[in-house]
């Protein structure tokens, strides 16, 4: 028994502030766009769909009450589950698609919808105001640190100057416009149009193409004051060997917020050839793992090194890597750690470019690392993503 990727599409990053071009599509429209489109490739009736399992982290106001049944049924589809929303922070939508894998080998179903959404321009970072963040009982106790004062950290830890990290971020500028440019997102991607069918968007807002060092310099730290307030005391006073924590990200080097959202379907082999669908790619192995919450973006390294393990998989084996772009120095950092090969790692780009859509990253890396598979015509990808206290995720998929 196995689990198998039938389709993975996308809507592309729009900018995730009132001036984006997807600030006045609601959440359940941009689900509803992939819905739509979902049954248009594949022709599938929605009662034989057994569950839509979707990440997302801002579960309140456009994105609350279960956003996941509620968008399913908003688009039309009535399938034999309640739906289930899922919250664990950047890793959300890998932690569905992992949810509905197990299900399908423990016998429990036979086809998912698996995915997320997030819309920061309608609901942004911190919304729900959760007492990791606002209760000062909570955070006395459990050494949370800021996202961006951690990658400051490990960029430190590691000793990557300003200069490295910003070389890293424009390359991924510029690796992204140059996949924009000649269609390796055009498969999976699929615009966003308003109610009278005119296209607000059809590639990622974010890309600058032409970024370089020079460009990136211009840009004043993020991180600095945040830090200021603790959180480089706390850091300095965990790890008696630091004594300053270097703030060398900004706006350049680190994940843009966007507008987004991603689906793919999910199902048992016997599933697929009774629909009469094309396999796209076999989910191999998934991990969920956490580092210290201290620590922070570093979970994903360890979920990458566990599905590695668990099955029996070599590095050296895996032709593509996809490890989000939370920050430059946490992007850099995973591929020395778990010895990538730079010319098979986030070849087209990242979350640096293109942004992170929080709970629909997963999904949205797991299309695209099918897509260049297939284009590229390899066969086994490895997909991870670090995210707030210390939450890691990964997933190996092979092509069929």
Request: with cysteine; aromatic share 6%.
């Amino acid at each position: 028994m196995g689990v198998f990727v039938l389709e993975a599409i996308r809507i592309p990053r729009g900018k995730g502030s009132p001036k984006g071009a997807l600030h006045q599509v609601k959440p359940v429209d941009l689900l509803k766009t992939l819905f739509d489109e979902m049954r248009n490739r594949t022709a599938i009736d929605p009662s034989k769909v057994d569950e839509v399992i979707l990440g997302c982290v801002g579960q309140l106001n456009d994105q609350g009450g279960n956003i996941a049944h509620t968008a399913a049924l908003y688009a039309g589809w009535e399938t034999r589950g309640s739906g289930t929303t899922v919250n664990s922070f950047c890793t959300s939508s890998v932690t569905a698609c992992s949810m509905a894998a197990a299900k399908l080998l423990s016998g429990q179903g036979e086809l998912y919808v698996v995915g997320g959404v997030e819309s920061m321009s309608r609901v942004p970072i911190l919304s729900d105001r959760g007492p990791l963040f606002t209760d000062p009982d909570v955070s006395s106790k459990v050494p949370f640190i800021p996202n961006g004062v951690t990658a400051d950290f490990i960029a430190g830890q590691q000793g990557y100057s300003r200069e490295e990290l910003d070389a890293y971020a424009a390359a991924s500028h510029n690796k992204a416009a140059l996949a924009t440019e000649k269609g390796y997102f055009k498969r999976s991607l699929v615009p966003v149009k308003n109610e009278l069918g005119d296209v607000l968007l059809s590639d990622d807002e974010l890309i600058r193409p032409g970024s370089s060092i020079e460009s990136m310099a211009r840009l004043n730290p993020s991180f600095e004051a945040l830090g200021a307030q603790g959180s480089d005391e706390l850091l300095c006073k965990s790890f008696p060997e630091v004594d300053h924590i270097p703030h060398h990200h900004h706006p350049g080097n680190s994940p843009g917020m966007v507008d987004g959202a991603s689906l793919a379907l999910l199902a048992t082999g016997e599933m697929a050839a009774s629909l009469g669908l094309p396999v796209r790619a076999e989910i191999i192995g998934f991990s969920a793992k956490s580092a210290a919450a201290i620590e922070g973006l570093t979970g994903g390294y360890a979920a990458a090194k566990d599905v590695l393990e668990r099955t029996g998989i070599a590095g050296e084996d895996i032709d593509l890597w996809e490890f989000n772009e939370g920050f430059a120095a946490t992007a850099m950092n995973f591929a020395k750690q778990l010895d990538v090969p730079l010319d098979r790692y986030n070849v087209n780009g990242g979350g640096i470019a293109m942004g992170h859509a929080m709970g629909a990253t997963g999904v949205n890396i797991l299309g695209m690392m099918i897509d260049e598979l297939e284009r590229r015509k390899k066969h086994t990808g490895l997909i991870a993503i670090s995210g707030a206290a210390g939450a890691g995720a990964a997933m190996v998929v092979r092509i069929h």
